[in-house]
C-alpha cells in the first residue's frame, strides 16, 4: 500500500509488523481472522484455518471458505477482511484517516473479478475510486519516476497471475496498446511444479508420496519447502531440501537446471502471451524502448533471462517489482483526488482486457451466435454501437444477453447478464440499435433504440449473475465491520 506524500511523491506505507509488503493470507482462529505474515507461516500447522490466493477465486459465485467454526465466507468477504486490515494499518502508521482508494487488478482480469474487487473495497468501508490495472500503475509510477518516453512492455508475473501490457508513455500521456495475459499463471504454479519435482525425489528414495497423504500440514508442509526452494534457486546455483514423513527422512538436492526445465512450460506460456500481445498491439520487439519487470515472481533468473533475450535488451534496473504497482496506484489515487492533487497532471489511457458483445440469431433462424460490439483492447472509456433486426412480426421484446469474449462461438464466452426490452410490432427486419458505454471503472451501460421510430426503447445497467447483489454487499459490510481483524 502506498500513498502520495506532502511533496508530491508516493510512498510506501508499512504495516503494523513495519513490513512493506502484506501477504494477502487470512487465518481464522477462534472465528477471528488474522491477516498477513502470522497467518502465512500459520498455513502449515492450521492449512484447514488459512485462505491463500483467494484473488484467483474473485469473480467465481460457487467458491467459498468454510472455518473450524462452520463460518462461511466468499471471496469477496476474504479480499474485504485483507483490504480492511491494511485500511487499518495505513491510519495506524501514517496518523490519517483512510476513506477512499484505488484498487489494483491483474490486466486480463475479467468483468466479474473486476466488480468482484470493487465490491470487496466498498465491503471493507471504502469508497473505491478506481479499479485500476496493475502494468498500468507500474508505467504511471515508473513514466513519472523516470520521465520516461517511448514505447513501454510491462511484463507481470506475481503469485498469481501473469499480465503482459504495451503501452506508449510521452509528454505526460499513458497510452495503453494493448494487454493480454492469464489469471490462473503465476508463482503459485512454479510452487506447485517444484512440489511435484520434491515429491518424486522422496518417493523414489523410498519415501511415501507427500501428496496423496490427507493428513493436515503434510502438503502445506511440502509447498513451504518448495517456495523456499525456488526463492534460494533464484539467488544460487542450487540448494538443498530436508524432507521427512512417516518414519522417512531425506535429503535432497536441486540445481537451478533442474528447477527451470521443470517449469519450463510454464514460462512458454508467458512468452506465448508476450508474443500475441505484441501482435495486437501492431508492434514488434524493434519497436519497444523499454522493459519493466512486475511482481515478485520476475526475480526468478530465467523469467529475466527470457524476456532479455527476447527483447534483446536489459530490463529496467531502478524498479522494485514487488512495490512498483502500488506506488503507482497513490500516483491515480491523487489524479482523482481533484481537492488536493500533489502530483503533475497525467493523462492515462487504458484498455478493455476482453471483448464485449450481445448474443443474436443468425439469419432469423433458431441458431445463435456472440455479436462483439466492443472489441479487446478498445480504449476505454468509449461508446460502441451496432445494429440488428428483429426477426418476426410477432416479436414483442428483444432479450440482450452481454457477453465477455473475442470468439463468436457462444461455448467461448461468458454471459454477464440479460434484461428484456419491449419492441412495437414492427414486420420483421425492422431495425435496432444496441449501445454499450463503458466507463473507466468497467461499468457497462447498454441502451437500446428503435431506429424506425427513432426513440429510445431503453436503458440499463448490466446485472451480473456472477456477482453479488446490492443487499448481499450491504450485509456482507454489516458483518465484516462487526469483525476483530489482527
Not at 510512498?11 to 513490513?19: H, K, M, S, V, Y
Not at 520434491?198 to 523410498?206: P, S
Request: with cysteine.
Amino acid at each position: 500500500m502506498a500513498a502520495v506524500e506532502e511533496t508530491g511523491a508516493p510512498a510506501i506505507i508499512t504495516n503494523r509488523e513495519g513490513e512493506r509488503t502484506t501477504p494477502s493470507v487470512v487465518l481464522f482462529q477462534g472465528g477471528e481472522p488474522i491477516v498477513g505474515t502470522l497467518a502465512l507461516r500459520s498455513a502449515t500447522v492450521s492449512p484447514n484455518d488459512v485462505v491463500r490466493f483467494v484473488k484467483r477465486q474473485m469473480g467465481n459465485p460457487d467458491w467459498e471458505f468454510v472455518t473450524g467454526e462452520g463460518q462461511t465466507f466468499g471471496p469477496e468477504e476474504i479480499s474485504a477482511l485483507i483490504l480492511r486490515r491494511m485500511r487499518e494499518d495505513a491510519e495506524e502508521m501514517t496518523g490519517h484517516t483512510f476513506d477512499r482508494a484505488v484498487i489494483t487488478v491483474p490486466a486480463y482480469f475479467s468483468d466479474a473479478q473486476r466488480k468482484a474487487t470493487h465490491d470487496a473495497g466498498q465491503i471493507a468501508g471504502l469508497e473505491v475510486m478506481r479499479v485500476l490495472n496493475e502494468p498500468t500503475a507500474a508505467a504511471l509510477a515508473f513514466g513519472i519516476d523516470s520521465s520516461a518516453t517511448g514505447t513501454v512492455l510491462v511484463y507481470d508475473l506475481g503469485g498469481g497471475t501473469f499480465d503482459v501490457t504495451v503501452m506508449r508513455v510521452q509528454d505526460g500521456e499513458l497510452e495503453v496498446l494493448a494487454t493480454g495475459g492469464d489469471r490462473n499463471l503465476g508463482g503459485f504454479d512454479w510452487d506447485n511444479a517444484t512440489m511435484g519435482l520434491l515429491n518424486e525425489r522422496f518417493v523414489a528414495a523410498g519415501g511415501k508420496s507427500l501428496l496423496d497423504d490427507a493428513a493436515p500440514g503434510v502438503a502445506e508442509d511440502l509447498r513451504e519447502k518448495a517456495e523456499m526452494a525456488k526463492r534460494t534457486l533464484s539467488q544460487s546455483a542450487k540448494c538443498v531440501v530436508m524432507l521427512s514423513h512417516d518414519g522417512v527422512t531425506q535429503r535432497i538436492q536441486l540445481t537451478r537446471e533442474e528447477f527451470e526445465l521443470t517449469t519450463r512450460d510454464l514460462l512458454e506460456r508467458t512468452q506465448m502471451h508476450v508474443e500475441m500481445t505484441l501482435e495486437d498491439a501492431r508492434v514488434d520487439w524493434s519497436g519497444i524502448d523499454r522493459v519493466l519487470l512486475v511482481g515478485g515472481s520476475t526475480r526468478m533468473p530465467a523469467v529475466r533471462g527470457l524476456v532479455e533475450n527476447l527483447s534483446g535488451r536489459t530490463p529496467e534496473h531502478n524498479v522494485n517489482p514487488d512495490e512498483i504497482v502500488a506506488m503507482g496506484s497513490a500516483i491515480m489515487a491523487e489524479l482523482l483526488d481533484l481537492d488536493s492533487r500533489r502530483v503533475d497532471d497525467v493523462a492515462v489511457q487504458d484498455v478493455t482486457s476482453h471483448g464485449l458483445g450481445t448474443v443474436v440469431t443468425i439469419d432469423g433462424g433458431p441458431n445463435m451466435e456472440n455479436s462483439i460490439i466492443i472489441p479487446k483492447n478498445t480504449a476505454i472509456p468509449c461508446r460502441r454501437s451496432q445494429v440488428y433486426s428483429t426477426v418476426d412480426d410477432r416479436q414483442a421484446a428483444m432479450e440482450v444477453e452481454v457477453t465477455e469474449g473475442d470468439d463468436i462461438d457462444l461455448d467461448y464466452v461468458r454471459v454477464l447478464g440479460t434484461s428484456t426490452i419491449p419492441v412495437p410490432p414492427y414486420p420483421a427486419g425492422a431495425p435496432v440499435e444496441v449501445s454499450f458505454d463503458l466507463d473507466a471503472n468497467g461499468i457497462i451501460g447498454v441502451s437500446v433504440v428503435d431506429l424506425t421510430a427513432n426513440k429510445p426503447l431503453g436503458t440499463f445497467t448490466v446485472d451480473r449473475e456472477a456477482n453479488l447483489s446490492d443487499p448481499q454487499i450491504e450485509s456482507s459490510m454489516q458483518r465484516i465491520a462487526r469483525m476483530e481483524v489482527s
